[in-house]
Nanobody, 122 residues
C-alpha cells in the first residue's frame, strides 16, 4: 500500500504559478512511477504529466508542455508539479498517482491521492 497526499493547490490569477506536492508513505516510493492527473467539473480525469521511478524520464500532455514541470525527490518521498503561466482552463482538481510502469492512462495507476483544488481566475 502507498498513501498519497496532495497539497499546494489554491486560487491564482492567470499567468501565475503554483507548485503542487504529493507526499507518499507506505511502501517504497522510489519503486513506483508517478503521475499527475486533473479533473474539471463534469469532465473525465485527464493525464497531465508522468515521471519514471528514477526521475530520469518525464512526459507531459500537450496542453501543459513547456509550462508544467514534474519532478520527484525520492529521499523525501515527495512528488512535485511546478505550474507556470497558468490559464483558466487549468482549473481542476489535481491528483497524484503511483503505479508500476508510468502510464498516461488512469488505469495504469494503483494508488491515488484525494486531490487538491487549483483555480485560475481570468
Amino acid at each position: 500500500q502507498v498513501q498519497l497526499v496532495e497539497s499546494g493547490g489554491g486560487l491564482v490569477q492567470a499567468g501565475g504559478s503554483l507548485t503542487l506536492s504529493c507526499a507518499a508513505s507506505g511502501r517504497t516510493f522510489s519503486s513506483y512511477a508517478m503521475g499527475w492527473f486533473r479533473q474539471a467539473p463534469g469532465k473525465e480525469r485527464d493525464f497531465v504529466a508522468r515521471i519514471s521511478w528514477s526521475g530520469g524520464v518525464t512526459d507531459y500532455a500537450d496542453s501543459v508542455k513547456g509550462r508544467f514541470t514534474i519532478s520527484r525527490d525520492n529521499a523525501k518521498n515527495t512528488l512535485y508539479l511546478q505550474m507556470n503561466s497558468l490559464k483558466p482552463e487549468d482549473t481542476a482538481v489535481y491528483y497524484c498517482a503511483a503505479g508500476p510502469y508510468g502510464s498516461s492512462f488512469v488505469v495504469g495507476y494503483d494508488y491515488w491521492g484525494r486531490g487538491t483544488q487549483v483555480t485560475v481566475s481570468s
